[in-house]
């Protein structure tokens, strides 16, 4: 089985530039839970496809500005 | 902490409560033996309070976490209550993926029960303590389920 890829993000950062906007505000414009959203940020939650492109949808940035991989 | 994982939390003490409950009235039942009716009457009347157990602990939780959001986030604010109380509480693929998982030990839990109370019968248990291996294995089934949803929530069991 391959090694799991570890998966960061910027959430916490696109969050501060995009007029401070609160966890509660994104969760909301992504149709996600807030715990969804502080699991995302501590990186313990890496979200499905369809959720990172809606996360970066709400940003306004391709989905590689919000997500990147550390190689295994 | 998050709104399931809190709403786990009652359930495992409603869970707790209602099994101390169980053990307290078996216990009284002096006399009963081996009557498999008389058991199987007593087990369904408690899984009839299980019932009414988990949708009591669901209403005063959500009250409660009500007050709790308007006492410490929101104050006075009702749109803002509603608004954090949505987003506590909204139904997404992590939330779905922990249930997935959650059931699936509840699954495992009750499984190995199953197979320990058929391994006991063999052995030459009483039918009566087969039934009470099984039961006991859906209790520990129902706290293992929520034990592993807090863990997957507050620690991020669930990689997605």
Known sequence: MAER???????RRLRFFADEMTQLELAERIG????TIVNLEAGKYSPSLELAFRIADAFGVPIGEVFAHEPA | MSY???RSIAYIVG???????YVVVALGRSGTGADLRSWAT?????AGLWVVVLVVVQMVFHVGLAVGVAATEAR?????????????????????????????VDAIVVGLGLVVALAAMALGASAVAGLHVQLAAVAVGSLAENVW????HEGGGARG
């Open chain 2, 42 to 46: 007593l087990m369904l009347i408690f």
């Open chain 2, 15 to 21: 869970v707790v409560a209602l099994v101390a409950a």
């Open chain 2, 149 to 152: 949803t807090i863990v997957a």
């Open chain 2, 4 to 6: 399931r994982s809190k």
């Open chain 1, 32 to 35: 996600a839970s807030r715990q």
């Open chain 2, 76 to 104: 006075e604010d009702t749109s803002q209550v509603e608004r954090i109380m949505r987003a506590s509480m909204a139904d997404d693929e992590q939330n779905s993926l922990i249930e997935l998982r959650a059931g699936r």
């Open chain 1, 5 to 11: 890829l570890r998966i960061t993000n910027n959430i």
